[in-house]
Nanobody, 123 residues
């Protein structure tokens, strides 16, 4: 497994969680990465993206101001800090890497995927 997502769980609305995506291959430090999510019965959707060095960040409108994407290339890890969680944020969250352009919101453009971590927000 090249990308390992973790940190999901059950949280009350208004609460916070931090997801992590650890990658085994340090070559991913040279790749843009992103978080996607998929709710039951819905298509996979872009949540946030980050450039290889972490200076450029991209967010879906639905999470702007509440979620923060970051990465620590020394630790081979990307993060997603999620605050003010809503029931609508309930989904399986996936990390992905190596799109042809940073910030891409198209799942099919990503070559590598983690296994997903479930976030459940109770209202």
């Amino acid at each position: 497994v090249q990308l390992q997502a973790s940190g999901g769980g059950l949280v009350q609305a208004g609460g916070s969680l931090r997801l992590s995506c650890e990658y085994s291959d340090p070559n991913f430090n040279s790749n843009a990465m992103a978080w996607f999510r998929q709710a039951p019965g819905k298509e996979k959707e872009f949540v946030a993206g980050i450039s290889w060095a972490g200076f450029s960040k991209y967010y879906a409108e639905s999470v702007k101001g509440r979620f923060t994407i970051s990465r620590d290339n020394d630790k081979n890890t990307m993060y997603l800090r999620m605050n003010s969680l809503k029931s609508a944020d309930t989904a399986v969250y996936y990390c992905a890497a190596d799109p042809p352009r940073e910030g891409s919101s198209e799942p099919h453009e990503y070559d590598y995927w983690g296994q997903g971590t479930l976030v459940t927000v109770s209202s």
